[in-house]
T-cell receptor, first 113, second 115 residues
Framework: AQSVTQLGSHVSVSEGALVLLRCNYS??????LFWYVQYPNQGLQLLLK??????LVKGINGFEAEFKKSETSFHLTKPSAHMSDAAEYFC???????????FGKGTLLTVNP | DAGVTQSPTHLIKTRGQHVTLRCSPI?????VSWYQQVLGQGPQFIFQ???????GRGNFPDRFSARQFPNYSSELNVNALLLGDSALYLC??????????????FGPGTRLTVL
């Protein structure tokens, strides 16, 4: 069985500040990890993914995430927040049978001017 | 290239009715997955189809069913609608091969409201 915990349902930052969204996972098999972003009234857009290899993964819009197996974490960061980053962010895990994504409950990011 | 498309965009039904939601995958993708996203929650896996066969099913009642057509498009059917079925229904498309990670790309969703 797999699960994802996103710490903090709501994160608020100032424009230009560091963005850090936390994700911890549980998986009995080597995980594949994903971050998706959802803008209001829209579907999910893939930001980045970790499969194998390099543990620091770079995605779109300046986001990156680091896979830390010892901490079972896959936190999402961006050095400088932009107003357009305001959205809901979902961490997800798959693995093993590879057909199902298990999502966290999401973190709503607010960016203040 | 066109992304994943879903229809309709919005739908209002009453309790006890039946609904059919439709999804067209990205060209070249052979797998379609369906997810339910209740307000304030992350998406929950309902089904995945690959090459017209059901590959996986989530913890949803038998009122939920789906199928995939030869052109890889898919329908999700929900019978005897309940108020709790009100949600955003997301379709995701992927290549569907085994071995490598199968990245899923999502459509815009169908917003279902049950009154």
């Amino acid at each position: 069985a797999q699960s994802v915990t996103q710490l903090g349902s709501h994160v608020s930052v100032s424009e230009g500040a560091l963005v850090l969204l936390r994700c911890n996972y549980s998986s009995s098999v080597p995980p594949y990890l994903f971050w998706y972003v959802q803008y209001p009234n829209q579907g999910l857009q893939l930001l980045l993914k970790y499969t194998t290899g390099a543990t620091l993964v770079k995605g779109i819009n300046g986001f990156e995430a680091e896979f830390k197996k010892s901490e079972t974490s896959f936190h999402l960061t961006k050095p400088s927040a932009h107003m357009s980053d305001a959205a809901e962010y979902f961490c997800a895990v798959s693995g093993g049978s590879n057909y199902k994504l298990t999502f966290g409950k999401g973190t709503l990011l607010t960016v203040n001017p | 290239d066109a992304g994943v498309t879903q229809s309709p965009t919005h739908l209002i039904k009453t309790r006890g009715q039946h609904v059919t939601l439709r999804c067209s995958p990205i060209s070249g993708h052979k797998s379609v997955s369906w997810y339910q996203q209740v307000l304030g929650q992350g998406p929950q896996f309902i089904f995945q189809y690959y090459e017209k066969e059901e590959r996986g099913r989530g913890n949803f009642p038998d009122r939920f069913s789906a199928r995939q057509f030869p052109n890889y498009s898919s329908e999700l059917n929900v019978n005897a609608l309940l108020l709790g079925d009100s949600a955003l229904y997301l379709c995701a498309s992927s290549l569907g091969g085994t071995g490598e990670v199968d990245t899923q790309y999502f459509g815009p969703g169908t917003r279902l409201t049950v009154l």
